[in-house]
């Protein structure tokens, strides 16, 4: 049983929008954070944005703007919306809680941005 199934990557142009979503177990997803990541080819994995039961968000400065991370806590799932898409947003997207100890990774979605 998969603790995050993310899903809704692709391929799009610059400038174009995905949006993509992550689904998760109810215990992990009960807890207070929950953060999109994403890891390019040969590069470390990077958080991307993150929400609280609350609502608050936080968004890396290279997305902020362009990106907004939602949560509807009635279906366990999160999403984030990405608009104004560049090149260097390409990279696999995985979600994970922030206060959850031992969570692990899932496989992610791939985001491609290219013209």
């Known amino acids: 049983q998969a603790q995050f199934v993310e899903s809704g990557g692709g391929l799009v142009q610059p400038g174009g929008s995905l949006r993509l979503s992550c689904a998760a177990s109810?215990?992990?997803?009960?807890?207070?954070?929950m953060a999109w990541y994403r890891q390019a080819p040969g590069n470390q994995r990077e958080l991307v944005a993150c929400?609280?039961?609350?609502?608050?968000?936080n968004y890396a400065d290279s997305v902020k703007g362009r990106f907004t991370i939602s949560r509807d806590n009635a279906k366990s799932t999160m999403y984030l919306q990405m608009n104004s898409l560049k090149p260097e947003d390409t990279a696999v997207y995985y979600c994970?809680?922030?206060?959850?100890?031992?969570?692990?990774w899932g496989q992610g979605t791939q985001v491609t941005v290219s013209s």
């Open positions: 994970n809680s922030m206060d959850y100890s031992g969570s692990s």
């Open positions: 929400i609280s039961s609350s609502g608050r968000t």
């Open positions: 109810v215990s992990i997803f009960s807890t207070d954070r």
